[in-house]
């Protein structure tokens, strides 16, 4: 079933050069962005998006880790393409990310780990529209 989800490239891969790498394995897993945005988060879009860790202890350091530079905001269509997101970020911590994952080859540590991708379909449907309000979310 095709779906999209949302994906950010975090400021740590940006400031690494690693945009044109991340999106050419978007597109070798068939997930085809249909939506691009390139911009620096403010605190409050940070605290916004992640409103969800509010009460985690990192939350603070996460949003400031966030805005501290460009990020890029990709919607990507294709089949399965919430699971398969995933499956092609690896594990939150990339040093327990799967080897061939865009977190072990891009991410530093559990705080700064290159990417973000929406995890079901209702958290895609919401971060969707948080950052292109203007997209038409019917399939
Ligand atoms: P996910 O990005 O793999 O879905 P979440 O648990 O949703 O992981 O956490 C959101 C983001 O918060 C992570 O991608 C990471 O940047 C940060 N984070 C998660 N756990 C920790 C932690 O234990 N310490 C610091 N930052 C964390
Ligand atoms: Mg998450």
Do not use: W
Request: aromatic share 8%; glycine share 6%; charged share 25%.
């Amino acid at each position: 079933m095709s779906e999209r989800t949302l994906a950010i490239i975090k400021p740590d891969a940006v400031k690494k050069h690693a945009i044109g790498d991340i999106i050419a394995r978007y597109e070798k897993a068939s997930l085809k962005p249909v939506a691009i945005r390139m911009m620096q988060f403010s605190m409050s879009t940070a605290e916004g998006f992640y409103a969800v860790h509010k009460a985690r202890p990192f939350f603070q350091s996460l949003c400031s880790f966030m805005s501290s530079g460009p990020s890029v905001v990709l919607v990507l269509q294709g089949d399965n393409a919430i699971k398969k997101n995933r499956e092609l970020m690896g594990a939150t911590d990339p040093a327990k990310a799967e080897p061939g994952t865009i977190r072990k080859a891009h991410g530093t540590n559990i705080e700064f780990n290159a990417v973000h991708g929406s995890d079901s379909p209702e958290t895609a449907k919401f971060e969707i529209a948080y950052f292109f309000p203007e997209m038409d979310l019917a399939e």
